[in-house]
């Protein structure tokens, strides 16, 4: 029967695995499910029974009993159970129970095979690993991975609608309640011919309409918020649930290039988060103190050894490590401003280096520097920013972002300059390259605003990238640069291990692995003029322009993944037996296969690396 | 008891013989489930209709909705949602709570061809509605002016049994609260964001096997505690 129940499909999309199956797939599955209920305290499965159905919770929640009757997992909404009998032998293995009224619904077992044939990424979710890497999850509450998946969601991706529901500032409040209806919609964004103004929600409707006895005819505008918070469609779900939580919204309008793209609710993001760094983060906002920022930045290690444990890919954990060491910076900026008073003029807090790439891997050295506004007056505002740079300098350090050896903060005079001088700096490396020079500033080249008026950076990149892309000689510089760290690979593919010292055969991951991947990236979105930051958003966009072939894109993203998330579990070992994490590595530690593996990365970024010279004409 | 049954099926029994070929002969043909089955064991089809008004003289059937539940689950691959063309003119308001366009509606089959799909799904089973009175009204007043037969079927009604329970434990009924929506939440059932006839039977067929529970538990009961 050719019926949608969009209802279902749509619930189903939200959750992890089913959001991995093609639009259409969902489309037409719920027709083949089924629908039960169970009271609380039903027993819905009990070892040794049947069980012909994967059974999805739509509502209520269930106990996972193992049969010596330890709890195993407590499933909520849009979590699954009955997998492993499938599977199996078609016997449920645990006794599971409706600990709330639960509604459920059953996918039979000969479509769950097919979807488990079809879909490799299906079947991947339910294969044993996972289902193990699952209950290690469960401990900590709801499953990891989906949360992961959607922290580093991009807002756009996360839209519903194609295009946003809007209401003009002089319609009126009922005209909008109308609308809000009609549309089932919870809040509208304001909007002058294509400008977004405001922002009218359910709960002004409420509290400022309906409580405050207003005429229905009054204006929007008269009832909105003006100017709210919006963030970008490139940002991560993650910086929405951090937006909300902050300021206490459960809406943010959303832009693309400027223009309104759609809105998004809490509703359909704050059900999903329990994990651990969101608390983290939260936390952080409440702190005062330096003390108490410290308390919280110390669970990054026991923070880094789930993520690693989960599952996590690489990629995310860069994100969400240094999330924190966002929320750090921006929490003592707020408590510098508050100490010190408004700005006198605008700055932006930029963070350099992996902060800046979202690729920390756990609490690192501190690289941030600030950009003024060229109204900027030394003898008026120079003591300000003076303070302002030593508040969040010591604050960073007290909680273990150690002080940069290299003085490449924001308390140097020199790194912290009105935009004309950044202009000059930028302009001097990039037209008259010396070697040395570069090698130190190469960490400016990766630069994030984390705080403050972002568009003051805007400017800065553009002219970046508009200079760099035209200056070989430049680029030479930086390729030679790069070439200085290289993968531990020899002329027979065997290790090429240190000798002697601290580290007597081991490789150095970071310098040897995951840097030259980095350069690499930065190199060529610099020569693309690529706005991208983040090692793997920018080999993706260098795939994307075809800067790098599709396959040689690929096999580099895949290299430096193996490379890095190598990396991150030799540290969470270290992290689990009481060491001090580093980034040295036996490679008798791995086991064979991760060796040939690792071997085939190497040589991988080797080999591009070797392109990159013969381009530039550098001699490795 | 059983008198009163035997009643029906002859009475069913006649019925079939008046009915024209085609899907009201099948439903006819088809015995009851009896009464006294335990409701377990008996399929059940929850139907939603959506009409010009409330008014079953006046107003018409302008969509149904309906899906199986067999062994107290809702089985989506036995699901309808038609709509059928009204005779009389569409009024701006009927259109406008459904959200069905007049487009739509004047491309729609006649009412014969949406009872025909439905009373085939229906024979040998219970209909099971919400405020099934409205669906039942509506639905004989369809079967006389189509097949010149009245429309008899064993029928559960989701808001009779709510009220039932409520009077049962001494609980005030409040204004809306015996509304579909509310009654689900009580039973901890998602809220539905769409609302067509398909979606409304579905969440009534929800709500039946939710009440079915609350009220049995695992234990069997005959399923004339159940029907109106």
């Known amino acids: ?496 291990l240190i000798r002697g010292g601290e580290h007597d055969n081991e490789f150095d991951l970071k310098h040897a692995g995951v840097v030259p991947v980095v350069d690499i990236a930065r190199i060529n979105a610099l020569e693309e003029g690529l706005r991208a930051v983040n090692t793997h958003d920018r080999l993706n966009a260098e795939r994307r322009k075809g800067s790098l072939s599709t396959s040689g894109a690929r096999d580099l993203l895949e290299s430096y993944e193996f490379i890095a998330i190598t990396r991150l579990r030799h540290q969470a070992e270290q992290i689990r037996n009481g060491e001090k994490p580093n980034n040295f590595m036996d490679p008798n530690a791995l086991s064979r296969f991760e060796r040939d593996h690792l071997r085939d990365a190497f040589q991988v970024v080797k080999t591009i690396q070797s392109s990159m010279a013969n381009a530039y004409h550098v001699t490795m | 008891m059983m008198g009163f049954f035997r009643t029906w099926d002859v009475r069913r029994e006649w019925l079939a013989r008046k009915a024209p070929e085609g899907g009201v002969r099948t439903f006819y043909r088809t015995p009851y489930p009896w009464p006294e089955d335990d409701y377990r064991e008996i399929e059940y089809v929850a139907v939603d209709l959506e009409t010009t008004g409330l008014n079953s003289v006046e107003h018409e059937i302008i969509s149904i909705g309906w899906v199986l539940i067999r062994d107290q689950r809702l089985d989506f691959s036995v699901m309808g949602h038609q709509l059928v063309r009204p005779f009389g003119e569409l009024t701006e308001e009927s259109a406008v709570i459904h959200r069905i366009t007049h487009d739509e509606l004047v491309a729609a089959p006649p009412l014969r061809d949406g009872l025909e799909r439905l009373l085939p799904v229906l024979a040998g089973r219970v209909m099971v509605a919400h405020h099934a009175r409205i669906e039942w009204r509506f639905l004989n007043a369809a079967c006389r002016k189509v097949y010149r037969l009245p429309f008899e079927v064993p029928t559960v009604d989701t808001l009779l049994l709510e009220k039932r329970l409520l009077r049962a434990r001494d609980q005030e009924i409040t204004k809306g609260a015996l509304r579909l929506d509310a009654v689900r939440q009580a039973y901890n059932l998602p809220r539905y964001r769409a609302h067509n006839a398909l979606v409304d039977a579905i969440a009534c067929g929800e709500l039946f096997i939710a009440q079915a529970q609350h009220r049995c538990g695992a234990k069997g009961r005959p399923l004339r505690e159940l029907t109106i």
């Open chain 1, 1 to 496: 029967m050719d019926i949608e129940l969009v209802e279902i499909s749509d619930f189903l999309a939200e959750y992890h695995p089913f959001d991995l199956l093609p639009e259409e797939v969902l489309r037409t599955l719920p027709a083949s499910m089924q629908a039960s209920y169970a009271r609380r305290g039903m027993v819905i499965l009990e070892p040794e029974t049947d069980c012909a159905f994967l059974h999805v919770v739509r509502s209520g929640a269930v106990e996972a009993h193992s049969r010596e009757g330890h709890l195993l997992a407590r499933l909520g909404e849009g979590e699954a159970f009955g997998s492993q009998a499938l599977i199996g032998d078609g016997k449920a293995i645990n006794r599971i129970t409706a600990i709330e009224d639960t509604l459920l619904y059953l996918l039979p077992k000969p479509q769950f095979d097919r979807l488990r044939r079809d879909f490799p990424q299906f079947s991947y979710f339910f294969a044993p690993p996972g289902a193990e890497r699952l209950r290690g999850a469960h401990a900590h509450g709801r499953t990891a991975d989906e949360q992961l998946k959607l922290m580093a969601q991009r807002l756009g991706d996360l839209m519903e609608r194609a295009e946003p529901v809007v209401i003009g500032l002089d319609d009126s409040i009922q005209a909008a309640a109308a609308r809000m209806r009609d549309e089932n919609v919870s809040c509208l964004p304001v909007c002058d011919s294509d400008r977004l103004v405001g922002i009218i929600t359910d709960r002004d409707l409420r509290n400022r309409v309906v409580a405050g006895g207003v005429d229905y005819a009054t204006p929007v505008r008269r009832m909105m918020t003006s100017d709210p918070v919006t963030l970008d469609a490139d940002d991560l779900a993650f910086d929405a649930l951090m937006t909300m939580s902050r300021r206490n919204i459960s809406h943010l309008p959303i832009m693309s290039g400027g223009r309104l793209a759609g809105v998004i609710t809490n509703t359909n993001l704050v059900r999903r988060q329990t994990l651990s760094a969101v608390y983290m983060v939260g936390d952080i906002h409440q702190r005062t103190t330096f003390d108490g920022l410290a308390g919280v930045v110390s669970q990054i290690p026991h923070l880094l050894v789930y993520l690693v444990d989960a599952g996590a890919t690489a990629h995310n954990i860069g994100h969400i490590i240094t999330s924190i060491a966002d929320a750090a910076t921006q929490r003592l900026l707020k408590l510098a401003e508050e100490e010190l008073g408004p700005p006198p003029v605008p700055y932006a807090w930029m963070a350099s280096g992996s902060q800046a790439r979202h690729e920390q891997t756990g609490v690192s050295d501190q690289d941030n520097c600030l950009i003024l506004d060229d109204s900027f007056d030394a003898a008026a505002h120079g003591d300000y920013f003076t303070s302002l740079a030593r508040y969040v300098n010591d604050g960073l350090h007290a909680c273990g972002y150690v002080y940069c050896p290299g003085d490449m903060m924001a308390s140097t005079p020199k790194w912290r300059q009105p935009l004309a001088q950044w202009r000059r700096y930028f302009s001097k490396w990039i037209d008259q390259p010396e070697p040395k020079a570069l090698m130190l500033s190469c960490i400016f080249f990766d630069m994030r605003p984390v705080w403050g008026e972002k568009a003051l950076f805007t400017d800065l990149q553009g002219l970046i990238l508009d200079k760099a892309q035209k200056n070989q000689l430049f680029l030479s510089h930086m390729v030679a640069n790069a070439l200085t760290h290289s993968p531990p690979i020899g002329f027979f593919r065997g290790f090429v």
